[in-house]
């Protein structure tokens, strides 16, 4: 069945199965959202069948929330777990300080909160999702539905006084309707083109009323797992400073290819 996945699908299990070694007996863990995070639900769901592994989940969406129940995986809410030992989630870019862009699928906002609230972050990607600097992919802001115009509008007015080059910002639409977040909010999505101070464009959305949050995860990841479709990992500590190779073989993976179906 392995034989039957794209080579980026190959990359996504590689990096999730590879990712979920970290994850120990005991641990109460953040479950990622998104089609690499699916690949981790799968992959931590065949250790506690096979291992006896025992873990609680924090979904961070309810995609995820689905997806673990289907699996079997205990879960629970932040405010119940309070800190989590580890969080493991995918991206939509991740430079070389491990800064990320996320919410792709709009699921930014219950991410980043679980993420902050977790004593590490792995974030799992393919080698598509690095980056020598952010902003390729639209950065995603979830944005309060009362006066979204507004917000949009002062938004706009930020990025041209932060001199900003790209300032297309688009409502994220699903079919006729304005996407819905799970907390009930919009997204609008900046299109950047690049973003040349991540760090300073995340304090200062973050200033405007209406936005909630944005996707840029600065100082938070501490770990990345880079897949390739061939079976190779690349491991990136960005506090040990420490680069590891490593290899995932493919044997014996059907019944986690089984439940294909994100
Ligand atoms: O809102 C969605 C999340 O931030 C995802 O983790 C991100 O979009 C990456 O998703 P995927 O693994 O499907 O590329």
Redesign the pocket.
């Known amino acids: 069945m392995a034989a039957d996945l794209s080579p980026i699908d190959k990359a ?1 299990f590689v990096a999730a199965k590879r990712a979920v070694e970290f994850i120990e007996d005991g641990m109460r863990v953040g479950l ?6 699916a690949w981790m639900v799968r992959c931590l769901a065949e250790r506690m069948r096979e291992e006896g592994l025992r873990v609680t989940g924090v979904p961070t969406s309810s995609r995820t929330a689905g997806l673990a129940r289907q699996l079997g995986i205990p879960i629970t809410s932040l405010d119940e777990a309070r800190w989590l030992d580890l969080t493991i ?4 870019e991740f430079d070389h300080d491990l800064a990320l862009i ?7 906002l219950q ?1 980043k909160i679980v993420a902050t609230a977790s004593d590490r972050m792995i974030v799992i990607a393919d080698t598509a ?1 690095e980056v020598a600097q952010l902003g390729g992919f639209p950065l995603p802001l979830e944005v309060i539905p009362f006066g979204w115009q507004t917000t949009k509008a002062l938004i706009e007015e930020t990025l041209v006084s932060l001199e900003v080059l790209g300032r297309d910002v688009t409502l994220r639409m699903n079919g006729e309707r304005p996407f819905v977040t799970d907390e009930g909010n919009y997204i609008v999505d900046l299109h950047l083109g690049r973003i040349g101070n991540p760090r300073q464009l995340s304090l200062v959305v973050n200033q405007i009323p209406g936005v909630v949050e944005n ?1 840029l995860f600065i100082d938070i990841c501490d770990i990345v797992v880079i897949g390739h479709g061939d079976g190779r990992v690349e491991v990136r500590d960005i506090n040990a400073g420490t680069v590891e190779q490593d290899r995932v073989e493919f044997a014996d993976t059907d019944n986690i290819f089984a439940d294909l179906g994100d």
């Open positions: 996504k990622g959202t998104g089609s690499t995070a989630d995918g991206a939509d996320k919410g792709g699928g709009g699921a930014l991410e999702k996707g």
